[in-house]
């Protein structure tokens, strides 16, 4: 391990705000979306300085965590905290070590949530917590309070 930075300047890629990145078992980082804006899924390849493209459907999911060696969870609404309307309650996996790495939709949780906390458990299961039914962030008269699995 080295203590000091290098720069990738061939890597450069535009991410949205509040990026969702993780590393894969490989080596390389996944980026699988982000709080505010619904995008495709990209993988760097750090050594070559190269991001491509494992999923290129737009798959809404405002929060995000990784659930074991290249497995991902992604939930709830991406939304600007400008936007108003419904959150969602749409849950997607993503199996980046099976063949046909792409994400799938998984039973909904049983709120609308917009900027929820997903925590990944010691059992392997997924907790989601606070934030709001609203797209808008900062509406605090929407709160959803109820934790779920």
Request: aromatic share 8%; with cysteine.
């Amino acid at each position: 391990m080295t203590t000091t930075w290098s720069k990738l300047t061939n890597a450069n890629i535009p991410f949205e705000t509040y990026p969702f990145l993780c590393q894969l078992p490989d080596g390389r980082v996944i980026h699988i979306g982000g709080s505010d804006y619904a995008t495709d899924t990209d993988v760097l390849d750090i050594s070559a300085q190269t991001w491509s493209v494992i999923d290129s459907r737009v798959i809404e999911g405002g929060s995000a965590t990784m659930t074991g060696p290249g497995r991902f969870m992604k939930a709830g609404a991406a939304a600007d905290s400008q936007d108003v309307g419904p959150g969602s309650k749409t849950t997607f996996v993503l199996h980046t070590t099976s063949p046909a790495a792409w994400w799938q939709q998984t039973p909904s949780m049983a709120y609308v949530r917009s900027f929820a906390n997903l925590t990944m458990l010691p059992d392997g299961s997924v907790l989601v917590t606070g934030r709001e039914s609203d797209k808008n962030g900062g509406d605090i008269s929407k709160p959803v309070y109820a934790a779920e699995l």
